[in-house]
């Protein structure tokens, strides 16, 4: 079974199609969405109702839930629009985490951490033996989360942890302009760039230079 992981759209209704376009074409099983569909870009509206039509899986990030502190009324302050009413009750749908059950697979998606959609996970900050050990507390075999906008992965003996990154193309935000694909039997993944879906080599969490 192959997943289609994507995060951090921030209302960029744009690359949102053409990813979805390329997962499509790539025939993935399942589209998965780490979190932040809005805030930032110009669409937010028309991002989560593509995301409920093709019945994308996606949690709430810390985006989605300041758009929903902020209300029909509040102001984005990173310049994008208010959302809608309809697109702030289907931000308010969105679980903080979701679990992915196949071909005895068990996958747990989240946007910063399994315990903070406001934490930074990457090599700098979290261990492999601390990534080891989100995957044995969940009991999972597969770990997605966003957040960082930097595309990541990790390969243990407890199973697999990856970071997609962000699709967003919006000026000045910072976004690694990619999306992934894990092979949940194999548990390995593949990362590709937004605009031309071009394989994108990242390395694994311990290798140097990361």
Same mark, same amino acid.
């Given at each position: ?9 921030? *209302? =960029? ?14 025939? +993935? ?5 780490? /979190? ?8 937010? !509206?028309? +991002? ?15 985006? =989605? ?7 029909? &009324?509040? #102001?984005?302050? &990173? ?9 702030? !009750? ?18 747990? #998606? ?9 934490? &930074? ?11 080891? *050990? ?24 407890? /199973? ?30 593949? &990362?590709?760039?937004?605009?031309? /879906?071009?394989? +994108? ?7 140097? /230079?990361?």
């Amino acid at each position: 079974m192959k997943l289609g992981l994507i995060s951090d759209i921030h *209302g =960029d209704f744009q690359s949102l199609q053409q990813v979805w376009s390329r997962l499509v074409a790539a025939k +993935v099983d399942r589209i998965v969405c780490a /979190g932040d569909l809005v805030d930032h870009g110009p669409d937010p !509206d028309r +991002v989560v109702s593509f995301v409920m039509e093709q019945q994308i899986l996606a949690v709430r990030g810390n985006h =989605d839930r300041w758009a929903l502190q902020r209300g029909p &009324f509040g #102001i984005d302050e &990173f310049g994008g629009p208010t959302p809608s009413r309809a697109t702030l !009750d289907e931000l308010e749908r969105l679980p903080p985490f979701a679990l992915i059950a196949e071909m005895s697979r068990v996958g747990v #998606i989240v946007h910063g951490s399994p315990s903070s959609d406001m934490e &930074f996970v990457n090599p700098h900050t979290h261990s492999a033996l601390v990534l080891e *050990g989100y995957l044995s507390q969940l009991n999972a075999d597969l770990l997605v989360f966003g957040h960082t906008h930097k595309p990541a992965w990790y390969r243990g003996s407890k /199973g697999l942890v990856v970071n997609p990154g962000s699709i967003a193309s919006i000026p000045n935000l910072e976004s690694s302009r990619s999306y992934a694909i894990v092979d949940l039997e194999a548990l390995s993944v593949t &990362f590709y760039k937004v605009e031309t /879906g071009e394989e +994108v080599l990242v390395r694994s969490w311990c290798e140097p /230079g990361d």
